[in-house]
C-alpha cells in the first residue's frame, strides 16, 4: 500500500524534545520533496519545516527556526523531524507530505500545506505539556 505514515509522537515536558519520523511504504521518497505541518485544535493547518527532493534546502517556520531541524535518510525511506526545546504551543498534530516537484522547497517559498502533495501521512500527536 503506498502511503506515509509518522511516528514518534507522545507526551513531553516543556523544554523536552522529541524526533518524529515519516516513512514511506510501497514507493520511495527520492524523487520526493517532504513538508512537515501540524495543526492544533480549531487552529489551520499550518507548515512546520521543509526538505527539498535533493536535501539542498531546507526551511522552517518563524515559530520553530532554531528549535526544530529537518533531514532525511533516503536509505531508510524515511524523513526525520528534531525538535528541541518544545513550548506548550507546539502541541498539535503533525503530519508530513510528499511533494513530487522538484522545485519544492527551493528559494524563496511559504510552507503552505496547500500544493501538489502526492501522499498525506495520518498525523501523529505531539503534546506539550508539565
Known amino acids: 500500500q503506498l502511503q506515509l505514515v509518522e511516528s514518534g509522537g507522545g507526551l513531553v515536558q516543556p523544554g523536552g524534545s522529541l524526533t518524529l519520523s515519516c516513512a514511506a511504504s510501497?514507493?520511495?521518497?527520492?524523487?520526493?520533496?517532504i513538508g512537515w505541518f501540524r495543526q492544533a485544535p480549531g487552529k489551520e493547518r499550518e507548515g512546520v519545516s521543509c526538505?527539498?527532493?535533493?536535501?539542498?534546502?531546507?526551511k522552517y517556520a518563524d515559530s520553530v527556526k532554531g528549535r526544530f531541524t529537518i533531514s532525511r535518510d533516503n536509505a531508510k525511506n524515511t524523513v526525520y523531524l528534531q525538535m528541541h526545546s518544545l513550548k506548550l504551543e507546539d502541541t498539535a498534530v503533525y503530519y508530513c507530505?510528499?511533494?513530487?516537484?522538484?522545485?519544492?522547497?527551493?528559494?524563496?517559498?511559504?510552507?503552505?500545506?496547500?500544493?501538489?502533495?502526492?501522499?498525506w501521512g495520518q498525523g501523529t500527536q505531539v503534546t506539550v505539556s508539565s
Open positions: 507530505a510528499a511533494n513530487p516537484n522538484r522545485y519544492y522547497c527551493l528559494g524563496y517559498v511559504s510552507l503552505s500545506p496547500m500544493g501538489a502533495y502526492d501522499y
Open positions: 510501497g514507493f520511495t521518497l527520492d524523487n520526493y520533496g
Open positions: 526538505i527539498s527532493r535533493s536535501a539542498g534546502s531546507t
